[in-house]
Nanobody, 115 residues
């Protein structure tokens, strides 16, 4: 299954943005979905994961500011980003852990945070 993030845009520092992640098909129940981001000139960075049961794990850099949620019945996931900082500027991706391990990525969405 391919996942594609959307909803990026330009936001001022301190603002909020919600990204969506849509799947091309049904997400298998066992699949853990990860959110990632890649800032200009930097390597792709792990943001967090969410399991089918809703269990989440967040990277320390965004913990307390970003919230992952999902509607697996509709095969869509969300990343609510609050208190955004200029250093959050990046292309954001969602992916299954399996496809991320294979380094196979769908289209990301650009988030730009202005100071």
């Amino acid at each position: 299954v391919q996942l594609q993030a959307s909803g990026g845009g330009l936001v001022q520092a301190g603002g909020s943005l919600r990204l969506s992640c849509a799947a091309s098909g049904s997400i298998p129940d066992y699949d853990i979905i990860g959110w990632y981001r890649q800032a200009p000139g930097k390597q792709r960075e792990f943001i967090g994961t969410i399991g089918e049961d809703g269990a989440t794990d967040y990277a320390q850099s965004i913990k307390g500011r970003f919230i992952m949620s999902q509607d697996r019945a509709k095969n869509i996931l969300y990343l609510q980003m609050n208190s955004l900082k200029p250093e959050d500027t990046a292309v954001y991706y969602c992916n299954t852990l399996y496809m991320a391990h294979l380094d196979s990525w769908g289209q990301g969405t650009l988030v730009t945070v202005s100071s």
